[in-house]
């Protein structure tokens, strides 16, 4: 799985997804740190990555839009730089793979994960 992390991430994210098996790039590394999040959407989608960020626009711009991609893990925590907090978001991911890999809206807390299949209706 390839994974995008957004600029409001740490680059350190990056070396410790890599470890893990997973191909990653970091936005500063491809486009603007200023760019749209439409632009990045945008980009991930066309090259298969799935975005990591903390951004609660990509949800709401997925949930807008009614799209089946590009899958987004949302980090809703409060230290991202936590040791223990990294180890449950790497499970969390691990353990989502398959979902984010068909099309899906991982949002992680410091306690759980909530995964949503693409495209996210409203709940009834």
Known sequence: MKLLVDMNLSPDWVPL?????????????????????????????????????????????????????????????DNEFDLAAREHVCAAIAHAEPALTAGALLTITGSRARLRRLPVVPEK
Do not use: C, K
Request: glycine share 8%.
């Open 17 to 77: 997804l890599v470890a893990r098996g997973w191909e990653v790039q970091h936005w500063s590394q491809i486009g603007r740190g200023n760019a749209p999040d439409v632009e990045l959407i945008s980009w991930a989608l066309e090259h298969g990555h799935v975005v990591l960020t903390q951004d609660l626009d990509f949800s709401q711009i997925l949930y807008a839009t009614r799209d089946n991609g590009p899958s987004v893990v949302l980090l809703r925590m």
